[in-house]
C-alpha cells in the first residue's frame, strides 16, 4: 500500500506513479511521456512529492518513478504546483509562434479566419460554414456588410494585400445555404428559459448559442422582422434580405422562438420579463438618429440617416426630391447618400467637415459613392438648414483642418465668414445613433445615455439581466462586436443559469512579432478583386452590387492565407497546461532559440520554434518505427531536433509515418494531406 | 648514482619543459641518466629540474633551454654557484613539504612511461595481494574500514557502490572510470593520469576483481591527449606483463581493459551521461534510479568512480584501511584520508595540493599557497568549479570535509579551488559559470536548458547595469526551482554559484542593481573613469592613447574625460605616470 494525496491506495508492482495517479482518476501533467515509449524525464512537469518512510519529501518524476511499499505521494502540493508552474514559464519564454492567428484576435467575434479561409481552398464548404457558425450565426450576411478588423490585421499584408476574409466569409455561407445547409447540434433542454430583448446581430447570436446550450430562447423585436440593422439599417444593394431571411430561418429551425412587432416598455416590460424567464439579454441597439442642433433642423425634408434607411427598408422611401444633402462622413452617411442615387436622386452631396483622409467611413464606400456620382463636399459644415416650412438650401461654413485632435485626426475650424449656400430639397443627418431608453429605466445608464454593462461579464444592475451590443457602455459599434459581445455573454449566462457566477477572461495565447522582413521570400499572389455591378447600371437598381467569387477565385484567393495560427491549437498540450497553472513567462522573457521551419517532407510540417525539446518525436521515430530519421543537434538553449547533418527532412529517411506528428504534445508537427491547404485539427 | 628528472606534465610542457629536456640531452654526459616524470605538482615553478644524487634531492625550478650549459657544469664540478640563481627557495618547498601525497604518490617521481619504474615504487603489488591473497568481499571490506568516498565530488562511499555492484545480478560488468575532468580550473585528474597511470589501472583492476567485472573502460576527455596517450603505453605494457588479461596473477580473475576518449561535453562527467556516451549515443543522463548498479553500460550492472578515487585505493590495500582511516575528520561520518585540489586563482603559489581531510581552508590558500599575489586581499574561492559555490574569507577556517563545506553552501566537489582577490567582481564570477553551465547544458530537461539560459540572462544585465529591482528574487526563484526540478546534477548544481554569491556578495549585487556601481570595478558598463586635478600635469599622453578621442585638456592644466564618449578600455589609467586617472 502507499499513500496517494492522504488516501491508501494498493498498486501493481511495476507500476510508475504516473501510472497509478492515472488509474486513481488524478491528472497528472506531462510533455514528454507516451505509455508506448521509455520514460525519459525531460519536461519535468509530471514530478510529484514523494517520501519514502520517514525520509525528506522529493520531488520524482512521476512518468520514471515506480511505485515502491510505504512511498507518500502528494501529486498537487503546493511545492509540486510551483515546480511545474516554474517548467511551464520557462517552456512558454522560449515558445515562439501564435497560438491564434492575427486576424482571429482581430475580430471582436474571434471568428477563426485562418481555419475556414482554408476549408474554403479545400472546397470543404461546409466546414467552413461551420466553423464561422461556430461564432456567428448569420456569416453570409456579416461576410458581405463587415468592415473587416481581421483584414487590417492580415499578415499578407507584408507580402502585398491582406486575404480577403470578409468576402471569403459570404462566399463559404452562401456555397452552405445553396443546400445541406449546416445546422448546429443543441444541448438537451437544460429547462431554464432565456429572453432575448431585441433581433439585431446581437440578440441573434445570443439566442443562437444560448439555445444550442439547451435553453428554451424567446426573442422579442418591436419590428416586423429580426434583423435589426441589418435588415433596417444596411440598404438592399449590400446585403440583400433574402440572404439574411435564410440566415435567420436556420435559427427558428434549432428551436428559437420568435415574437416580431413585440416592442419593450409597450407590449412587454423589463420587469414581466424578468418574472417569465429566467434570464435576459437586452440587446435592443441603438436606433434614434443623432441630432445636430443647426438652425431649420426642423423643417419639413430634414430626416435622420437611420430613420431614412429604415423607412426605405420598409418599402415607404420618404420624398427627398432631386438634390439632397447628406451630413457625415461615415458608413451611415455613405448608406444614405447611395440610397438617394437609387432612388433616383440626381444631385447627391455629401456634407463633411473634414477631408476624404479623415472619413471614417470604408476607402471603397466612398469610392464606389464617387463612381455612383455622389459629390463631396469636404471642408464644409451645416450651419443652417433654410426654407419657409420646408427645407429650400443649407448654408455651409467653410472650414479648415488645424491641429490634430485627441483621435489624432486634425480638428476642423471654420474660416470666419466664409460660407457657401446650396439649393437642396432635403437633408439627410447622417451623423450619429444614440440609445432609446425607453422600458429600460430600471437599468442602470451611463453618461452617454446607454445601459451600464460589465465589460467582463455584461451583467447590469440587475440581477439576471445583461446587455450587449449598440445599447451598451460606449455606444454604437460594428455588428461583429456585437455578435462577439453576445458570443462570451452567452458563455456567461450558461454558467449563469447552472448556478455559477463566471467571469468571460482572455485566454492566455502565445503571440509573436512579424516583419515584412520575414516574409520576402513569399512569393506575390495579388488579392482577388470583388466583381461588382457597373456603376451605372447599379444606381438604378437596390439589387446587391457585389457579384460575390466564383469559385474558382475564392479557392485562390483563401490559399493565399499564409497560415499565422497554430494548426494545432485546439490540441496543444502546452497551451492547456499554460493555463491550467497560470503561467506567466513575463518575468522571465529573454532570447528565443531561433529554430526553423522545416516545410520541405510532403506530409510532415515542421515548425522547430514551437518545438518543446520533449524529445517525444525522437522516440516515436526510433521505438515505434524503428527508423531514427531524425535526432537532437545541438546543445543547451539552441539544440534542436532535425534529420541528420540538419538536412531537410524530405532529404532524410523519413517515410513519412506521422509517429511523430502523433505524439507531438504542441503545434511543432503537423500531418499534410499533400497538395492540400492546412487546416488546424479540430478538438481532441 | 646521477638521475636527472624532468616534469613534464601537461602544464611542464607548455612552460617549456620539453625544450629544456632536449637542451640537457645535448648537454649532458651520456651516463647522466635523463628522464621524464610527470606533474611536480608546481605550476608556478614550471619548468621543473629534478637533480637526484643517490637519492638526494636538488631540485632547480623556471629552468630555461639556455640553463642547460650551467646543469651540466654543476653535475660536473659539484659547484653549486653555478645554479644558483635556479634552485627552489626554502619557501617554495614547503608548498611540498606541508603535503601528504597518496593519490599523488608518485607524481613527478616515477617515469610514467616505464612499467619498472611503477613496479619499483610498488605497482601491482596491491593488485598481486588482492586477487591471490584476497576474497572480493575482503577487498571491498577494507575499503570500507578505509572510509574512501567518491572524489568526483558527491562523496559517495565507495565501498557501498562496489558492494551494490557486487550484489547485482547480471552479467557481464563493468568497471568504469570517469576521467572527463571538465571543471574550469581542475587538473587534478590530468595529473594522476600523465604522472602515474599505474596507479589508476591498479586501482580499476582491483575495483574490476572487487565487483566482479570482466572489463574495465577509462573513460577520458579527447582534450587529455598526453594523458591518452601515456594511458595507452600503460595498458600496453601492463598487458604486455600479464596485469590486465587473463588468469592475472595466475588467479582465477580476468579482466580487460580500454580507454574511451570523450568528445568534449561537460556533461558527460555526469555517470548516467557518460554511459550514454559510452554507448555511442548523444551524451545525455539517464533517469535514476534505476542507477548504474543496477543497469548501466548497456543496461548492465556497472561501477563508476572517479581517477582520483581509484588512484587511493592501491595504497589502502598496501598499507590498509585503517591507515587511511586514520587522515581526516573524526568520528563514522568524518570524512577520511586526503585530497587533491587545483589550485589557481590569484594565488601566490598555484599547483596540485594533496592534503588530509580536516586542514583548513585558510592552511590551502595561506599556508601553503602562500596567500594572495600582488599584495591584494582574499576576497572568496570558488570550490567545486560550476556545480560548487564560493566561500568568503569569513569561512576560510571551514574544515575540508564533506559535511562542513556543504554547510557553507558550496561543495568539496572534485577539487577545483579557484583564489579571488578583491578586483573580482562576484556577479561577473557567478556569470562567468552561468556561462559555462548553460552551454553545457545538454539541452535535456527545461530547468536546466531553459533555466540557466535566464539566469545568464539576468547576470548579464546587472553586469551591464540594466538590473532591475527584484531581480535578485527573481534570480533566488529561479535557482530554486532549477534545483529541485532539474534532471542530473549538472542542472541541479547549477545555480550554487549565484546562490553563494547572493548568500555572501548580496550588497554586491544591490550595488549593481540600485547603485549601477560595480564596487570590484570589474564590469566595463560600470566603470566610470575621470581624472583627479590634483595630480593631473596635463602631459597629454592619456589624450593621445585614449581610441577615441574622449580626454581633452591643454597642455600644462588638467585633463578631463568625456564620460559619455569613453569606451572604459583603461587605457589612460594604465598609460598615467602620475596615478591622476581614477577608476569607479
Redesign the interface.
Known sequence: MILLNGKEVAFVPGQTLLELAQANGIDIPTLCHDARIEPYGACGLCVCEVRMGQGPAKLMRACATKVADGMTVETHSERVMRSRKFVLEMLLSDHTGDCIAPCSLACPGGTDCQKYAALIARGEYHKAAETMKDVIPIPASIGRICPHPCEKKCRRALVEEPVSLAALKAFGADMDLLENTFVPDCKPATGKRVAVIGGGPGGLTAAYHLRRMGHEVHIFDKMPKLGGMLRYGIPEYRLPKAVLDKEIALMENIGVQMHPNTMLGRDVTLDGLRADFDALVVATGAWVSSKMHVAGEDLAGVFGGIDFLRETALGNPPAIGKTVAVCGGGNTAMDACRTAVRLGAETVYVIYRRTRDEMPAEQAEIEEAIEEGVQFRFLTNPDEICGDGKVESIRLQCMQLGAPDASGRRRPEPIEGKFETLAVDSVIMAIGQKTDFAGLETLEATTRGTVAADTATFRTNLDGVFAVGDVTNKGADIAISAIGEARKAADVIDAYLHGAQIAYEKPFVCEKEVTAADLAGREKAPRAKMPVLPADERKQTFTEMALGFDEETARKEASRCLECGCLDYAQCRLIRYAREYEADPAPYAGEKAARQKDDSHAVILRDGNKCILCGLCVRACDQLEKLDAIGLIGRGFTTEVGAEFRLPLASSICNGCGKCVEVCPTGALYRKTEGQKNVAVDKA | MLEIKVGQGSCGISAGAAKVYDALQAALDADVKLSVTGCIGMCFLEPIVDIYDDGKLTRLVRVQPKDAQAIAQYLQTGDEASVASLKISAEDSAFLDKQTRIALRNCGLIDPENLDDAVAHQGYAALRKAVTEMTPEEVIEEIKISGLAGRGGAGFPTWFKWNAARQSTGSPKYLICNADEGDPGAFMDRAVIEGDPHALIEGMLIGAYAIGAAEAIVYVRAEYPLAIKRLEKAIADASAAGYIGEHIFGSDFSCGFRIKAGAG?FVCGEETALIESLEGQ?G?PR?K?PFPAQSGYWHKPSNINNVETFANVAWILNNGGEAFAAMGTEGSKGTKGTKVFALTGKIKRGGLVEIPMGKTLRDVVFDIGGGMRGERNFKGVQLGGPSGGCVPLAGIDTIIDYKALSATGAIMGSGGMVIMDEDTCMVQMAKFFLDFT??????????C??????LL?ILTRICDGEGREGDIE?LEE?CS?IK????CGLGQTAPNPVLTTIRYFRDEYEAHIRDKRCPAGECTALVRYSIDADKCRGCSLCSRKCPVNAISGEIGKPFSIDSDACIRCGQCAAVCKFGAVRKG
Open positions: 561535453a548523444r545525455m533517469l534510479p548553460a552551454k553545457e547544458s545538454c539541452g535535456k530537461c527545461v530547468a536548458r531553459i533555466g540557466t539560459k535566464r540572462e527573481l529561479l526551482r529541485e526540478n532539474a534532471l
